[in-house]
């Protein structure tokens, strides 16, 4: 039975030849027939890898966000200890005179 499924570091369905569709089955590749990874119906795969890609942007998007954030937020502490810095070898320089 030939079925179509989403390959690792493919961008396109990859047709397959399979004894017995569905898990635990293996594929001729020799991969283990899982939910959401092989499909009997060509479309459903493309919709499944355009589905997945459409996450991982978004996904990937919102860590940029919230590194974007923390790096943020470290320089504001980063600033604040350089003041406090500065301030101490100010009042130390005033005490050493």
């Known amino acids: ?19 017995v569709f569905g898990y635990p089955n293996m594929d001729a590749d020799g991969d283990q027939m899982k939910v959401n990874s092989h499909f009997t119906d060509k479309e459903e795969c493309w919709k499944s890898l355009r589905s997945n890609a459409r996450a991982r942007v978004v996904v990937t998007g919102e860590s940029v966000i919230e590194a974007r954030e923390r790096l943020r937020l470290a320089e504001v502490r980063a600033a604040d200890a350089a003041a406090a810095f500065s301030a101490i070898e100010t009042a130390y320089e005033a005490d050493h005179v």
Do not use: I, R, Y
């Open 1 to 19: 039975m030939l079925v179509w499924k989403k390959k690792e570091g493919s961008t396109v369905p990859v047709q397959v030849e399979c004894e």
